[in-house]
Structure formats: structure tokens, C-alpha cells
């Protein structure tokens, strides 16, 4: 994974870091002062990284509301 991409999920993660528990506080601190001194993650780090990623970055899907603002064609 590249430096970006690390980047990325810490930059989302910061959100959600009140709502860590106190073991992923901890790891997630960790590993954050490893990205600060500019070292790549390990794999196993990285995996940590993206579960914390996936657990609490939720995608949602954006509705489409075309259908509420369609214009009536029938005369």
C-alpha cells in the first residue's frame, strides 16, 4: 500500500477517533505516530488499520432523486 493510501484512512479515521474503544485507541495511536515519522506500515499494521477503516467509515449509498423531481409529461 502506498503512502497515500495511508494517508487517506487516517485522515478518514480522524472522525471517528472519540469512538474507539481503549484497545483501538491505543493501536490506533500507535500506528498513527508511525505515519507521523514518515514510516510505511507493515502489513500486519496496515491490516489493523484498514479493520479500524471498515468498522467505522461507513459508505453510504447517495440517494437519487430524479424520480421525486421528474417533470409530468402528459398533457
Not at 10 to 31: A, I, T, V
Request: glycine residues 0%; without cysteine; aromatic residues 14%.
Amino acid at each position: 500500500m502506498s503512502y497515500r493510501d495511508q494517508k487517506k484512512y487516517f485522515e478518514k479515521l480522524k472522525r471517528y477517533e472519540r469512538h474507539f474503544e481503549p484497545k483501538e485507541r491505543r493501536d490506533y495511536n500507535m500506528l498513527l505516530k508511525r505515519h507521523k515519522d514518515d514510516e510505511d506500515l507493515d502489513r500486519l499494521s496496515l491490516e489493523r488499520l484498514r479493520i479500524l477503516y471498515e468498522k467505522y467509515f461507513v459508505q453510504r449509498e447517495k440517494k437519487s432523486f430524479d424520480d421525486i423531481f421528474k417533470k409530468n409529461d402528459t398533457e
